[in-house]
């Protein structure tokens, strides 16, 4: 089973600022990868695919990147609806789909 | 536009087995795509129970020692989620999703709302 582990597991960041999250897999899923954002009493919503492809409807402030073992979510101008906590997910070897343990983003 | 809604008891006995189902409108799930199932305990990270693809193909989670099982009712739009011999540590909010697209990419863009269930004598 492949281990996401995300960092830091929280993020205080000021509205306006660069926010940047990191995922990390204990072994290399290429460009296998998606980001997902949770806000409270709320389901996931898929942010990123395929390590940086912009889900449909997502603004252009979100963006990832990396490959094989190392991934950033970067969010480039934080708005308020953005405070949120964040999941990693691989599906390069599954089963099992496996997701970080998620990374807090709190308003600074 | 697709819309998923959980159902299912919100307090399972342990030892019994968790029954929730998934209705899916605004599409046909006979015409495609996988349907899974992921779980939240309180105030922790999410959890992948398992997959369905409309043919009745399914994939789970090992972690899960074979206590869950996932079907689909075409006829009705919709599938289920079973999973036996609970425990406490199976309380948790279930969701069911849609995988996105028909290619390699194993995510999920359209989710249910959630449904908690707890696991208490």
């Known amino acids: 089973e492949i281990v996401m582990t995300q960092s830091p597991a929280t993020l205080s960041v000021s509205p306006g600022e660069r926010a940047t999250l990191s995922c990390r897999a204990s072994?290399?899923?290429?460009?296998?990868l998606a980001w997902y954002q949770q806000k409270p009493g709320q389901a996931p919503r898929l942010l990123i695919y395929?390590?940086?492809t912009r889900a449909t409807g997502i603004p252009a402030r979100f963006s990832g990147s990396g490959s094989g073992t190392e991934f950033t979510l970067t969010i480039s101008s934080l708005q308020s609806e953005d405070f949120a906590v964040y999941y990693c997910?691989?599906?390069?070897?599954?089963?099992?789909?496996?997701f970080g343990g998620g990374t807090k983003v709190e308003i600074k | 536009q697709v819309q998923l809604q959980e159902s299912g008891p919100g307090l399972v006995k342990p030892s019994e087995t968790l029954s929730l189902t998934c209705a899916v409108s605004?599409?046909?799930?006979?015409?495609?795509?996988?349907w899974g199932w992921i779980r939240q305990p309180p105030g922790k990270g999410l959890e992948w129970i398992g997959v369905?693809?409309?043919?009745?193909?399914?994939y789970d989670n090992p972690s899960l020692k074979s206590r869950v099982s996932i079907s689909v009712d075409t006829s009705k739009n919709q599938f289920s989620l079973k999973l036996s011999s609970v425990t406490a540590a199976d309380t948790a909010v279930y969701y069911c999703?849609?995988?996105?697209?028909?290619?390699?990419?194993?995510?999920?863009?359209?989710w249910g709302q959630g449904t908690m269930v707890t696991v208490s004598s």
């Open positions: 999703a849609r995988k996105y697209g028909s290619g390699s990419v194993v995510a999920f863009d359209i």
């Open positions: 605004g599409y046909s799930i006979s015409s495609g795509y996988y």
């Open positions: 369905i693809y409309h043919s009745g193909t399914t």
């Open positions: 072994q290399s899923v290429s460009g296998n």
């Open positions: 395929g390590a940086s």
């Open positions: 997910q691989q599906y390069d070897n599954w089963p099992p789909l496996t």
